[in-house]
Nanobody
Framework: QVQLVESGGGLVQAGGSLRLSCAAS????????MGWFRQAPGKEREFVAT????????DYVDSVKGRFTISRDNAKNMVSLQMNSLKPEDTALYYC????????????????????WGQGTQVTVSS
């Protein structure tokens, strides 16, 4: 079992920055990848960013490339999402996810590839 707890959400003006953090506990050595997803009201959950736990390889949805940066600290079992140049369309509930499934991509971009989820942290960007 892996437990994930997000923090760092809040209200920010357009153009501002926020840093989300996700603390993992439990069987963290079994994680192959960690990712961030988001869900806006009335919309489906959307992939945002992923990072491979060992190699550090990253991938992003096109809409955040150049603005968001995902990073990991394996010693602290944490993953962070630095969000710069925020836009109102970034407003959503942001979820941290972990993959312990041994097959498939180490930088997965679909929610079905992840088997542990946090409760989410709200990010609101005002115009």
């Amino acid at each position: 079992q892996v437990q994930l707890v997000e923090s760092g959400g809040g209200l920010v003006q357009a153009g501002g920055s926020l840093r989300l953090s996700c603390a993992a506990s439990g069987r963290t050595s079994s994680m192959y990848a960690m990712g961030w997803f988001r869900q806006a009201p009335g919309k489906e959950r959307e992939f945002v960013a992923t990072i491979a736990r060992i190699s550090g390889t990253t991938d992003y949805v096109d809409s955040v490339k150049g603005r968001f940066t995902i990073s990991r600290d394996n010693a602290k079992n944490m993953v962070s999402l630095q969000m710069n140049s925020l836009k109102p369309e970034d407003t959503a509930l942001y979820y941290c996810a972990a993959k312990t499934l041994p097959y498939g991509s180490r930088t997965p971009k679909t929610s079905n590839d992840y088997n542990y989820w946090g409760q989410g942290t709200q990010v609101t960007v005002s115009s």
